[in-house]
């Protein structure tokens, strides 16, 4: 990493050793900015606080090298990052005023990526950092790394059918909350088509209809003035002195045909008042039949403005005319015939997600039994790490319970809640001394013990955990002398299958490192990039004489120190 206006950082790299770094330094010196500095690599919240007095901004760049099968590099190539020789490369720009940028393999990426990231990458403890550690979800994957096939072969065949079993319950609450929808929705279809039909209406009748009711509701009115028009045309018989309009043209015609021979345009004449005569003969014809034919029977009318109500009824419901009303009704049958095949799609989905509870029953009842298993050798393990790291009496246990629920899987005669991952909630106990009743780490364990606790369980489970680097914050705070030294051997075993970065005061945890890097201030108070060094031979002995007397010199602290070395030379 190169750490640039990062607090009391002014410009520093840190190269860090692939197995064990042990970083070191007077309090004060700087130390913890290393921390900070790779959790802001790592998507750690941004503080204006953090940039140095009078810098425009804080930078850190690191460089991780990731494996191109692991998921981090998958995630990373997702967003369009790129690997640089099998690493990536990270940088984070905090602005004095706040604001944050973050780069990923070359690619400007929200800071929440590098967040993403963080779980596969580094798992960071320290005295107020046990996050990892103290989420029950943690603790059961690490029994589950743990155990090995015995949990994971079961726990992928659950997987698989819990992804199933909540795609067809999903499907199915989606179908059968769209059949009571759709049930009411064909119900009323039922009931308007049925009203229809009732009514029998026929294209036009509507209109129909309303001619006939209106005619039959003035018949008397045009009768009398059908009579009186054709009176008018051709006269009555009985009135023989009645002049109608028939023998009027009649006489006009007779006029002019005795000299319609003297001019032609005269007979032109003639021959259109004999065609108003014939006009007036048929429309007289036409008035006499009008009268006759019409009806006006009052139970005619009566009839058919029933029969318009009945089909009022329909056009205010279903369309403004009939012509509507038939429209609508041909719709909805073809509607009402989509609507009804939902029922036998609901019966197949029942009977599958009846036969996935039955068998993930059986898959989460496999997963418990194998989780209790190993949790007990687990435990076991852990117990004895904790025995060399000032705990001796010290008892870790798992408590692996389930939660009744009436919607759950039936597990050994219950029906208990299950998800993703069985049906098992595991947490880690401790009883740090004997009588103490175990209880959840996260309350059962003071600050150092927390520390030694995660140690434990790191150490035991190092060959299975796919965090490829552990950052340590004074992780060995509150213990010294034989302790601290297991602490030490403890952390070098650790390193021996990942990469371990410890900040450390103590000098039997120093020695064990296969790196030492020391952080200095110059005189005027700064770390600069001369202010991480490398220690090696000569220094390093100096440096874990101070840590061991305060005094760079003592010859005791000096011959100490070389011991330290060498035990720790002899155990590697």
């Known amino acids: 990493m190169r750490i640039r206006s990062l607090g009391v950082i002014d410009d520093a790299v840190v190269e860090l050793s692939p197995g064990f770094t042990a970083v070191t330094g007077e309090t004060g010196a700087g130390k913890t900015m290393v921390v900070t500095s790779l959790g802001l690599l790592l998507g750690g919240r941004a503080d204006a606080a953090l940039v140095r007095i009078g810098a425009r901004s804080a930078v850190v760049e690191g460089r991780i090298t990731v494996p191109e099968s692991a998921a981090a590099a998958a995630r990373a190539g997702e967003a369009g990052a790129e690997l640089d020789d099998g690493a990536l490369l990270i940088s984070r720009t905090v602005s004095a005023e706040g604001r944050s940028r973050a780069h990923l393999g070359g690619r400007s990426v929200p800071v929440g990526l590098l967040a993403e ?26 029994l589950d790394r743990y155990a090995g096939d015995a949990v994971a072969g079961p726990l992928a065949k659950y997987t698989e059918a819990y992804k199933r079993l909540r795609a067809v319950a999903t499907e199915l609450e989606e179908i059968t909350t769209r059949a009571r929808e759709r049930a009411q929705e064909a119900d ?37 003035a059908a009579s009186v028009a054709h009176a008018a045309l051709a006269g009555n018989p009985e009135d023989l002195e009645g002049v109608d309009a028939g023998t009027l043209v009649a006489g006009a015609q007779r006029a002019l045909e005795a000299v319609r021979a003297h001019d032609p345009a005269l007979a032109a004449l003639t021959d ?16 006499a039949g009008y009268a006759d034919d019409l009806d006006a029977d009052p ?103 389930q939660t009744e629920d009436p919607d759950g899987v039936e597990v050994g005669g219950r029906t208990v809640a299950h998800g993703p991952s069985g049906v098992d909630e595991v947490e880690l106990l401790l009883a ?10 996260a309350k059962g364990a003071s600050g150092g013990e927390l520390s030694r606790v995660m140690l434990a369980v790191e150490v035991v489970f190092a060959g299975t955990d796919p965090v490829p680097t552990y950052l340590f914050d004074e992780v060995d705070a509150g213990v ?77 602290a000096r011959a100490h120190a070389e011991e330290l070395l060498e035990t720790a030379r002899a155990d590697g």
């Open 188 to 224: 009323l279809l039922r009931f308007g088509l049925d009203e229809i039909a009732a009514v029998e209406p026929c294209a036009g009748e509507d209109v129909e209809l309303a001619e006939e009711a209106e005619r039959l509701g003035h018949a008397e009115a045009l009768a009398s």
């Open 432 to 441: 740090p001394h004997p009588g103490a009743p175990p209880r959840p780490i």
């Open 480 to 556: 010294g002398g034989k302790a601290a030294v297991e602490i030490g051997r403890r952390l070098a075993k650790l390193a021996k299958s990942a990469q371990v970065v410890v900040v450390t005061h103590l000098p039997q945890v120093a020695a064990f490192a296969d790196r030492q890097l020391l952080v200095a201030k110059t005189h005027d108070g700064t770390v600069t990039r001369s202010g991480v060094k490398v220690l090696e031979g000569e220094d390093r002995i100096r440096e874990l004489s101070r840590m061991l007397a305060g005094q760079e010199d003592s010859e005791t």
């Open 117 to 142: 990231l963080a779980d596969d990458l580094v798992a960071v403890h320290g005295q107020t950092d046990q996050q990892g550690l103290l989420k029950q979800s943690r603790q059961r994957q690490a």
């Open 299 to 401: 139970l005619r009318l009566a009839a058919v403005e029933e029969r318009r109500a009945a089909l009022t009824g329909l056009t205010r419901k279903y369309g403004p005319d009939i012509a509507a009303v038939l429209a609508w009704a041909e719709e909805s049958a073809a509607r009402l015939t989509d609507l009804e095949g939902d029922d036998e799609r609901i019966g197949e989905l029942t009977a599958e997600r009846d036969g996935l509870r039955a068998e993930l029953g059986g898959l989460a009842q496999t997963l418990s039994q194998a989780r209790t298993e190993a949790a007990e050798r687990f435990a076991a393990a852990v117990t004895g790490e904790l025995a060399s790291l000032a705990m001796p009496h010290a008892r870790v246990s798992f408590d692996i319970r």
């Open 272 to 287: 259109r008042i004999a065609e108003v005569g014939i006009l007036l003969r048929d429309v007289a014809g036409d008035l």
